[in-house]
């Protein structure tokens, strides 16, 4: 029950996000829903490889290059996930600075 109301919380977070942000289009919640459940599933598998390979420059920028790669992950996901639109770099950039922020906002609500 729990992964069921994480999912819905993220999924939430996304498309509140997704109508605050300029540049970042979600066209229905179930939309929304399925972009948290591969954005989750990205940031499992993929983000762990791409973070220990850059990780010299990870070092080197005292960690805003995770920033870098958080955006990448969230545009890769706008590439498979039909319904789902990013503009551009900066645009992945600022969701994913938001969608976090939104995130700790109603997991705080929920608890």
């Known amino acids: 029950m ?8 993220n999924g939430l977070a996304v498309y509140i996000t997704a109508h605050v942000l300029p540049g970042v289009n979600v066209d229905t919640f179930m939309t929304a829903i399925i972009v ?9 598998f993929l983000k762990p490889i791409l973070f220990i390979l850059t990780l ?3 070092i080197l920028t005292l960690g805003l290059f995770t920033l870098v790669i958080n955006a990448l992950m969230v545009y890769l996901v706008a590439t498979f996930v039909p319904g789902f639109h990013v503009n551009g770099f ?10 976090s922020l939104v995130s700790s ?7």
């Open 90 to 99: 900066w645009s992945a950039l600022f969701f994913s600075l938001v969608l």
């Open 105 to 111: 906002v109603l997991r705080s609500i929920t608890k």
């Open 36 to 44: 948290s459940v591969v954005l989750g599933v990205v940031n499992t």
């Open 56 to 58: 010299p420059a990870t």
């Open 2 to 9: 729990g992964i069921l109301i994480n999912i819905l919380i």
